[in-house]
């Protein structure tokens, strides 16, 4: 799920607790449809072809509305995650793109990811993070201070965070928080279909975990860096280093 953030102002993105919470409609605590009472229509035997018609058309609308509702309206304790705030949990040291509280990549993936990412920032002013985490065990609120996003009036909304939680292997792993300033470069349609091409679960089970943040990541420093510097489909995997800027 796609959370577009900051802090105070509904125009930005929404970030932690979506940092914590990140997917829980992909997780098991899923919302539950709240009950619906579908709308009933009563058609006088005198009535013309004509009021049938109308009245038809309207009860059907009528109905159609009733049905998405059920399906979009949550019941709040269901599915609701508690918002978390450890700065315990975060590096001594400043500066560090990607922060593994449960380790998915190796040390090696680790480090190249954290150069690609500064390399990106340097050359493009996009700053792309990776927090890998498994709630309740992630540091939450306290990134917003570490990372510098979500914050009131900020203006430097360039910015991603990917947030990496198996949820007991039940749901999409890859969750976004998108800044503003990286709507037009990457529209929801992109983050939809990146989610689905590496977050499922049947690609993490054939793949692992591991390969399904890199592809993510690569995929998404390919398209911030690209000529266009705009992208609606996800990149092929195997791209030049030259494309990653490395």
Known sequence: RIHHLPASR??????????IAVS???SALAFQPAATEPPTTALSASA??????S?????ASAISTAALL????PQPASARLEAVNRPDLLPTESGKNVIQIVKFLTSGQEKRMDTMLANLEKDTGFRVRVLCQAYPNTPGLAVRDYWSV??????????????????????NVLNFNVGDGVKF?????FWTRLQGKYGSTFFVKENGIDLAIVNAIESIVTCLRSE??????????????????M
């Open 10 to 19: 509904p125009s930005k993105m929404r970030v932690l607790p979506a940092l």
């Open 24 to 26: 829980a409609a992909n």
């Open 48 to 53: 013309s072809a004509s009021d049938r018609r």
């Open 55 to 59: 009245i038809l058309t309207t009860a």
């Open 70 to 73: 059920s399906v979009a309206t």
């Open 150 to 171: 979500g914050k009131e009036d900020q203006k430097d909304d360039k910015y991603i965070i990917l947030v990496v939680d198996e949820f007991g292997g039940k749901g």
């Open 185 to 189: 470069a990457l529209p929801n349609l």
């Open 228 to 245: 266009d510097g705009f992208c609606v489909n996800v990149p092929d995997s195997g791209v030049s280093m030259k494309a990653l800027g």
